[in-house]
């Protein structure tokens, strides 16, 4: 094994992540502007009514991309495993 597959499955690694957190931290993103535009409009500094409706997106964005991240996790693992013996000799 040298170093440039070293290199390329951490590449694949990477990119592997970031497409399973993309979904949830972009979702998050969005609600966490939307609510702070919200109490500055309104001058509402509650912790709670930032915190609640985050964990309400991140959960149905889990719901609702959640097969495709297990998919997603799932193949990367399936092609590791697979690669194994072309990468031993």
């Not at 993103?29 to 930032?50: K, R, Y």
């Not at 915190?51 to 609702?64: D, G, H, R, T, Y």
């Not at 092609?79 to 072309?86: A, D, G, M």
């Amino acid at each position: 094994m040298d170093s440039d597959s070293v290199i390329e499955i951490g590449r694949q690694a990477l990119e592997v992540t970031i497409l399973l957190a993309a979904p949830i931290l972009g979702a998050s993103l969005v609600i966490g502007l939307l609510i702070a535009m919200f109490q500055a409009a309104t001058q509402i500094n509650e912790m709670t009514l930032s915190f609640v409706p985050k964990l309400m997106v991140v959960a149905a964005v889990l719901m609702i991309a959640g097969p495709w991240m297990l998919r997603l996790i799932t193949d990367f693992t399936e092609r590791l495993v697979e690669n194994i013996p072309f990468m031993i000799g």
